[in-house]
Nanobody, 126 residues
């Protein structure tokens, strides 16, 4: 069992930056590949970014490539999402998730993730 808790959301103007953090507790954090997803009002939850257990492999949705960066600190059991050049369309609830498969991979589908946080709201004003 893994418990995930996100933090760092808030309100920011377009063009600004936010850094989201997710802290894990429970089973060994390094056993899991991790990911970030988001869900805007009236839309389905979508993939944002993923990272494997060591941080040697990352994946990003096309909509955030070049603007967002995922990283992890296994010693602190945390995964972060640095979001730069934010746009109003980035407004959503952002979720941290831990994947159930082999940890050397990255995963971009919701069904591949076993544990989820409660989410943190990010609002980007124009």
């Amino acid at each position: 069992q893994v418990h995930l808790e996100e933090s760092g959301g808030g309100l920011v103007q377009a063009g600004g930056s936010l850094r989201l953090s997710c802290t894990a507790s429970g089973r060994s954090f390094r056993s899991y590949a991790m990911g970030w997803f988001r869900q805007a009002p009236g839309k389905e939850r979508e993939f944002v970014a993923a990272i494997n257990w060591s941080g040697s492999s990352m994946a990003y949705a096309d909509s955030v490539k070049g603007r967002f960066s995922i990283s992890r600190d296994n010693a602190k059991s945390t995964v972060a999402l640095q979001m730069n050049s934010l746009k109003p369309e980035d407004t959503a609830v952002y979720y941290c998730a831990a994947a159930g498969g082999v940890s050397y991979r990255t995963y971009d589908h919701m069904g591949q993730y076993e544990y989820w946080g409660q989410g943190t709201q990010v609002t980007v004003s124009s």
